[in-house]
């Protein structure tokens, strides 16, 4: 078997969002770089990201928007190299972009622009990529250099690596079935820095078993609507945009963004109507209106309420044993509260999230106390660098990740 002894300055783990943002920014400084890949293909999140075409950035993005266990870890990145910076990147490369909604970037044309754009880079900046490898061992020499011993899958070469400076963007545990693992927080883990817990975010959202068979008659309706997480009385989170309901629970936007908050067996609120202020009052006006008096519930519903689907009546009524098809004049002004109630603040009980499997990203990971925020190096061990979803900064959806891996890439490309 081949011995391949290869020298370098700055060896970057992940050739993935952060992994080639950190490679393109060490090398613009001069700096040598190496970046390992252990898939077979490269950039695979980036081609599959925003129905592939790549929500790349998010013009909203600032600390606000990000979840750690300590915010302020997240703002000197953004603003060293902030989403106005990627554009104008982009811009270069001649590559055509939209916005679609609430700040979110798109590429006309294809994600694939993007990952063009990243490798011509690397390429003209004299960036070595080598992939498939796996890496088997890495240690730090007592000359302060690293050691990276590792396996060319395609040749079975084996290669031995060594550099001043390490840099891991090896990623999260989402969506596992691109290549996808644990690989980083073995590493953090061997340099002794804390974790914090992984967990899927931005992931669609399972019922409770006994509920699953309403949610699973609704699948593929979608609602506008509010949902909101109460951590405590005076704190809370709260995202409009639309839920889709699935065989399992709940999806769609407004669900993948409350999931970063929230863990199993929470509950969140959803207002389904969330344009009506006053539907208590409308719901018990219509009794003192005789064109309505003598219609069937469910139909004034249907036909004053058509922001839900009707579909959604027709189960509603049925699951919960609740009689929507009498007269409205037969109904108690305390039957109205309390479906106005249902309508506006309706209880949905996570009872697990669909996995890492389904997640667009990982929340958690590297403890942002073990980090510089100014270069993304482990304090007590300055040539260690960790970037991206693997660093305890979850954004939200909708652009928000993309602009941490181009902003913790940059900033560690120009200081490892």
């Known amino acids: 078997m081949t011995l391949n002894s290869i020298r370098t300055e700055v060896i970057i783990i992940g050739a993935g969002a952060a992994g080639l943002m950190t490679a393109i920014s ?8 190496t970046v390992i890949e252990s898939h077979h293909k490269l950039c ?4 599959i990201s925003g129905g592939g075409r790549c929500n790349f950035t998010n013009l909203g993005a600032c600390a606000e928007r990000y979840i750690s266990q300590n915010p302020h870890f997240i703002k000197s990145a953004l603003r060293t190299y902030t989403q106005e ?3 104008n990147l982009v811009e270069r490369h001649n590559i055509k972009y939209y916005e679609k909604k609430l700040g979110q970037l798109f590429c006309k044309e294809s994600s694939q622009e993007i990952i063009n754009m ?8 004299g960036v070595s990529i080598i992939y498939p490898c796996k890496v088997q061992s890495i240690n730090q020499l007592e000359e302060n250099k690293f050691q990276i011993k590792a396996e060319h899958l395609k040749d079975k070469s084996r290669l031995e690596l060594y550099s001043e400076s390490l840099v891991m963007a090896s990623g999260g545990l989402s969506i596992p079935q691109i290549g996808a693992s644990d690989f980083g927080y073995r590493i953090a883990k061997q340099f002794n820095l804390n974790i914090i817990e992984p967990k899927a975010a931005l992931v669609p959202l399972m019922s409770l078993d006994s509920e699953r068979n309403f949610y699973k008659s609704l699948s593929g309706v979608s609602i506008d609507s509010i949902c909101t997480y109460k951590r405590t009385k005076k704190q809370e989170t709260s995202f409009r945009e639309n839920i889709l309901f699935t065989h399992r629970g709940l999806s769609g936007p407004a669900i993948l963004q409350i999931s970063s908050y929230i863990d199993d067996e929470d509950s969140i609120n959803i207002d389904l109507l969330p344009e009506k202020n006053n539907l208590v009052d409308e719901l018990k006006s219509f009794t003192k209106n005789p064109k309505f008096s003598k219609k069937f519930l469910i139909n004034i519903l249907k036909e004053n309420y058509s922001e839900i689907a009707e579909k959604f009546y027709d189960s509603f009524a049925e699951t919960y044993k609740c009689k929507l098809k009498n007269r409205l004049a037969t109904y108690s002004h305390g039957f109205l509260d309390t479906l106005a109630n249902k ?9 697990e999230s669909e996995g890492f499997n389904k ?10 106390n073990e980090l510089s925020s100014k270069t993304m190096a482990v304090k007590n061990n300055p040539n260690l660098y960790f ?7 979850t954004g939200w959806l909708g652009g928000y990740n993309f602009q941490w891996a181009w902003s913790s890439g940059y900033v560690a490309g120009q200081n490892c």
């Open 85 to 87: 910076d990627f554009i």
């Open 387 to 393: 970037v991206g979803e693997l660093v305890d900064v």
């Open 359 to 368: 997640a667009e990203v990982t929340r958690g990971g590297i403890d942002t």
């Open 44 to 47: 695979e999140k980036i081609r």
């Open 343 to 351: 309508l506006k603040s309706w209880a949905f009980t996570n009872q």
């Open 26 to 33: 060490a090398a613009s400084r001069g700096r040598k770089v």
């Open 118 to 125: 990243l490798l011509k880079e690397c390429s003209d900046l």
